[in-house]
């Protein structure tokens, strides 16, 4: 499966509603939070009761939880570009998540090529879209497989113009994706994991896309999936 990834006006319309009901939602669950709060120190309660009220904060927690990464989704802040050492950053998102990968005893390969030209890029927003993608290659991937982030000069070409920019491979060993699932996995809240958000790809390719950049996805179900992110070394354009 080959796919290049691309905006679809139908994201954007869900995230624009979707933003003005999580609104909607997030203000009484804050004060439902508050008075559940405020009850249970006042409530003498027996050992049983404690545990369903802590089951019941923590089930207000998660819905807060979806809905604040709704809104970072469905809101995203613009881009603030600098000069960005792509080495460095793979370099420092791979020290965090690597904790991670040695849980499942999953091997997390670094490949960055020498002497790697800057681009013009947000550091957290990049950071990340690669946490994003190395925590998909390692969900994705059995116990002792192995995740695989390469850092090299390429170019992508649209239209016929020839962009020069830095790639970022996420590859990983893992059960790959189906054909007809590879534009399904852009969906907003589309997720085939059990506490899955389903919001990280749609964020990564709205990152990818901020800074004129292009996602390509190659994959192979039962063998594995590799996620390139093309990043334009000069990119000036402001993001429409
Ligand atoms: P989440 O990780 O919360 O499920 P994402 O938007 O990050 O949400 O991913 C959506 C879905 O895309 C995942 O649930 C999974 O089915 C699929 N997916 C993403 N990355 C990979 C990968 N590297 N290999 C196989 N499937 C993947
Ligand atoms: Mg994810």
Known sequence: TRLIAERSEKFAAMGRMGAAVAHEIRTPLTSLKLFLESV????????EDQEDFRIAMEQIQRMEGTINRFLDFA?????????IDMADLVASVVMMIRPLANRQECALHVHTEENLPPVTGDRPLLSETLINLIVNALEATPDHGTVTVSATTDHFEKEGVRTPCVRIDVKDTGHGIAEDRVNTIFEPFFTTKASGTGLGLPLVLHTVESHGGSLRITSKLKEGTTFSVFLPLNFSEPFA
């Open 40 to 47: 249970q120190d006042l409530a003498r309660l027996s050992a």
């Open 75 to 83: 809101r995203p802040r613009e881009p603030v570009f600098s000069e």
